[in-house]
């Protein structure tokens, strides 16, 4: 089955530095994925979707991600964090057959320090 | 405005008592999913429906039921059955079913305490 693994589930980066989140998936066959943020005590909003059309997807709050097949990797990027950045954020994978929901990942908390 | 509504956003209940969250959505979207989340375990599939009448059990389904009698509704109730039920609900839809690649949408989440 497929699955989706976030490696670290607390980050924390100054505000002003690079963010990085680690997602890496196990499938033969490249899937779709997902990127989403959860703020405190809200549901889940989503940032950003991989389809193959583009290995380098741009999302909203100037979130990217690249897809890197031969690292099997979806890694979630942001040049300059803010302070608004400060949330959960949940990689997930959808295969491209089958007709199953989406598989999470555990999640990582960004923290931002001032 | 188009989106996903879950009421209430905070529910506390009596152990031993049935208690049902409400999930309601005017996106037409056909598939809809309910996910209990806590601290450090990420997002666990409960239930899912694609169609009216039709639902399906995911991870956890033990001590909750559903029921899909209107495409825009999806109604969980954590029964006594549930050892554990104090955590958060989430209730998501997509709009073509769980056909690969469907993004999901989420509701705000209710918090259920269980005393």
């Known amino acids: 089955a497929q699955s989706v693994t976030q490696l670290g589930s607390h980050v924390s980066v100054s505000e002003g530095a690079l963010v990085l989140l680690r997602c890496n998936y196990s499938?033969?066959?490249?899937?779709?994925l997902f990127w989403y943020v959860q703020y405190p005590n809200q549901g889940l909003q989503l940032l950003l979707k991989?389809?193959?059309?583009?290995?380098l997807v741009k999302g909203i709050n100037g979130f990217e991600a690249e897809f890197k097949k031969s690292e099997t990797s979806f890694h979630l990027t942001k040049p300059s964090a803010h302070m608004s950045d400060a949330a959960e954020y949940f990689c997930?994978?959808?295969?491209?057959?089958?007709?199953?929901?989406?598989?999470f990942g555990k999640g990582t908390r960004l923290s931002v320090i001032a | 405005d188009g989106g996903i509504t879950q009421s209430p956003k905070y529910l506390f209940r009596k152990e031993g008592q049935n208690v049902t969250l409400s999930c309601e959505q005017n996106?037409?979207?056909?598939?809809m999913y309910w996910y209990r989340q806590d601290p450090g375990q990420g997002l666990r599939l409960i239930y899912y429906?694609?169609?009216?009448?039709?639902?399906q059990k995911g991870d956890i389904a033990e001590g909750y039921s559903v029921s899909r009698e209107k495409k825009e509704s999806f109604p969980l109730t954590v029964t006594s059955a549930q050892k554990n039920p104090t955590a958060f609900y989430l209730c998501?839809?997509?709009?073509?079913?769980?056909?690969?690649?469907?993004?999901?949408?989420f509701g705000p989440g209710t918090r259920l305490t269980v005393t």
């Open positions: 499938s033969s066959v490249p899937p779709y």
């Open positions: 996106l037409n979207h056909d598939a």
């Open positions: 997930a994978v959808s295969l491209l057959s089958g007709n199953t929901p989406l598989v």
């Open positions: 429906s694609q169609i009216v009448n039709d639902f």
């Open positions: 991989y389809t193959s059309a583009a290995t």
């Open positions: 998501a839809s997509s709009p073509r079913g769980t056909l690969p690649g469907n993004e999901q949408y």
